[in-house]
């Protein structure tokens, strides 16, 4: 059975920093391109980064460029999302998801991705 599991949101001032992580499981992880998304009250989901199956390729979206760094670890089926520099506008549910997809660029469409974990809340605020 596919599942993956996110961990590590919480409440932080702005500023602050936190780190997600997504283990996976049920799956040969290894060919599979993982990302984060996140979903703020009202708004759609959106890709924050995504990484591909080799970790040759990395995608970010443009509000985190600098501040977000998304990591992989295949001996340990998980993905990790280093957040620095938190803003109150990052405040939103943060999804890990996952895409069998061997390719040479790496996407960072929700609806390409199958398997999706249940969501990990991140709160910036003072």
């Known amino acids: 059975q596919l599942q993956l599991v996110e961990s590590g949101g919480g409440l932080v001032q702005p500023g602050g920093s936190l780190r997600l992580s997504c283990a996976a499981s049920?799956?040969?992880?290894?060919?599979?391109?993982v990302g984060w998304f996140r979903q703020a009250p009202g708004k759609e989901r959106e890709g924050v980064s995504c990484i591909s199956w080799n970790v040759d390729n990395t995608y970010y979206e443009d509000s985190v460029k600098g501040r977000f760094t998304i990591s992989r670890d295949n001996a340990k089926n998980t993905v990790y999302l280093q957040m620095n520099s938190l803003k109150p506008e990052d405040t939103a549910v943060y999804y890990c998801?996952?895409?069998?997809?061997?390719?040479?660029?790496?996407?960072?469409?929700?609806?390409?991705?199958?398997?999706w974990g249940q969501g990990t809340q991140v709160t910036v605020s003072s």
């Open positions: 998801a996952a895409v069998r997809r061997v390719a040479g660029w790496v996407s960072c469409n929700p609806d390409l991705y199958t398997t």
């Open positions: 049920g799956f040969n992880f290894n060919v599979y391109e």
